[in-house]
């Protein structure tokens, strides 16, 4: 069944076009930072087949010397300013470890301008040229919380996951961190190689940054064990849709007449996808095509 169409008669099988099933315990207010437990809409399902061969990437650790040597004009040590945000994303409910654990290790003052490097632990988006702004790390840490939600620990560094708009490339790095491998998508050129070049010292050997509209995912890289949308669009691509294993889970924010929330689709079967409506939120729009 195509994921998008509207089945008339969808008594087993629910597109996640279809009228969302709103769960209002699941939207705390914006930056309240609790976390929502994902409403279980998956049936016990064995966990996805693994590749004969992977290839070990989560566990990454960033080159340490090289970026806090780059950090003059960080008020704090970047590593100390790093554990307060840490401190700061676990209180305000992030539970995931290994998530904690890859914001503790990526260096967040390199992904912004040098003007604003002082404020890059501050829970606050920023510009990042082009119109476009990186992710707060309260939003960083949760979506890839929610993603890695439903795939333990020791199944991570097998796990493949795709981000569709890399931006300065703060985001991809973190997932870096806590997934096997990780393709990440910009449509703008001048961020793409920008984000390239800010990378190039991590040395993170499983991501794969890719220049092109990520609204058609990654074929050669599909399926995935998770997808994160990093901009809003008014519906989920439907190519991402069926990118997506079984089981895996997507996330979205999704703008809806200008207001924007946060849509996580399960994929549960070859033709059945779930949706689950989560926070508000706020992300720059998706939009078609390169630039
Ligand atoms: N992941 C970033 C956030 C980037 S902002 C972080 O670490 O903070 C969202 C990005 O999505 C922007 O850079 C924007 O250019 C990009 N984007 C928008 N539409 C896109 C599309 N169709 N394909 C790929 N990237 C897209």
Redesign the pocket.
């Known amino acids: 069944m195509n994921p998008n169409s509207k089945d008339p008669s969808p008594t087993t099988q629910t597109g996640p076009d279809l009228a969302p099933e709103v769960a209002p315990e699941l939207a705390p207010e914006v930056g309240s930072g609790e976390p929502a437990p994902a409403r279980r809409v998956m049936r016990p399902s064995p966990k996805p087949p693994l590749p004969p061969q992977t290839r070990k990437g989560a566990g990454n650790r960033v080159a340490h010397a090289a970026f806090e040597a780059a950090a003059a004009g960080v008020g704090l040590a970047p590593e100390r300013a790093r554990q307060r945000m840490v401190a700061s994303l676990r209180a305000s409910g992030i539970r995931d470890e290994g998530v904690l654990e890859a914001m503790q290790q990526v260096p967040r003052h390199l992904?912004v301008e040098d003007a604003l490097a002082s404020r890059a632990y501050e829970d606050v988006?920023l510009p990042?040229g082009?119109g476009?702004?990186?992710?707060k790390p309260s939003t960083?840490a949760r979506m890839i919380e929610i993603i890695a939600a439903t795939i333990p620990r020791e199944a991570r560094s097998r796990a493949q996951v795709l981000?569709?708009?890399?931006?300065?490339?703060?985001?991809?790095a973190v997932l870096a961190e806590v997934f096997g491998e990780v393709v990440?998508?910009?449509?703008?050129r001048g961020?793409a190689e920008d984000a390239r070049a800010r990378l190039r010292p991590l040395r993170l050997g499983n991501l794969r940054l890719v220049f092109?509209?990520?609204?058609l995912g990654a074929p050669s890289a599909a399926p995935f064990d998770g997808i994160l949308l990093?901009?809003a669009g008014a519906e989920i691509p439907e190519e991402l849709l069926l990118q997506m294993k079984v089981p895996s889970r997507l996330l979205a924010p999704i703008d809806s007449g200008g207001r924007q929330s946060l849509h996580l689709v399960e994929r549960v079967g070859n033709e059945t996808w779930h949706l689950t409506v989560l926070d508000a939120v706020r992300?720059?729009?998706?939009?078609?095509?390169t630039t």
């Open positions: 992904f988006a990042i082009h476009q702004t990186i992710s960083v981000e569709v708009g890399t931006g300065c490339g703060y985001q991809a990440s998508i910009e449509r703008v961020l092109g509209d990520g609204r990093a901009a992300f720059v729009p998706l939009r078609a095509g």
